[in-house]
């Protein structure tokens, strides 16, 4: 089993490195992602420097095919970048180390987007039936289309606002969030 200590190989994980890649893999795939999304992003997290893909492959034990994909998603997602170091033809790879631009960038991208899209579906399904016959099947349908699309409205607002915030206002927003249970 690797140790806590580094050894001569720079690409090497210690134990702490593996358990933070595991960690953050199962956070990953509970959102819905592939797993090793989160061992990729993990590994480019814990390092000081960029690495370039045959690091990433080395250090992960992964093929060249599936690093490849890996990092294109990543990028897609606005979660890692690519860059270059001068002497080196080579391109390296690095994630944002303020790492609330991450979850942002990833709640941004599709959280919102799944709520805007339930939010539309329920505008649709309301209009449509208050278009309908009235009865009071119908009203009732309406009164719950309705409570479920504030929901999502209100949801969507708090989201909104917190992806919007910067670290240090997410703090405060946290605070208020926990008064608001107490009352």
């Not at 210690?14 to 590994?43: A, I, N, P, Y």
């Not at 814990?46 to 990543?74: D, H, W, Y």
């Not at 309908?132 to 929901?151: P, Y």
């Amino acid at each position: 089993m690797p140790s806590t200590e580094p050894t001569n190989n720079p690409l090497e994980l210690s134990r702490e490195e593996l358990v933070f890649c595991g960690v953050v893999e199962e956070l990953v795939e509970q959102w819905g992602f592939k797993g090793l999304l989160g061992r990729v992003w993990s590994l480019l997290y814990l390092r000081k420097q960029p690495l370039n893909q045959s690091q990433i492959e080395e250090a992960l034990g992964l093929s060249k095919g599936n690093v490849n994909g890996l990092l294109q998603e990543l990028q897609k997602w606005g979660v890692a970048q690519k860059v270059r170091i001068q002497g080196d033809r080579n391109y390296y790879y690095e994630v944002d180390k303020q790492i609330w631009k991450s979850v942002s960038n990833v709640i941004q991208a599709r959280e919102m987007r799944i709520l805007e899209d339930a939010i539309g579906k329920m505008q649709s399904i309301e209009s449509t039936l208050k278009k309908a016959a009235k009865s009071e099947r119908i009203t009732h349908q309406i009164e719950r289309t309705q409570h479920v699309n504030e929901a999502l409205t209100s949801a969507h607002t708090l989201t909104k606002m917190v992806v919007s915030a910067s670290p240090d206002k997410l703090a405060r927003i946290s605070k208020i969030v926990s008064r608001l249970r107490n009352l």
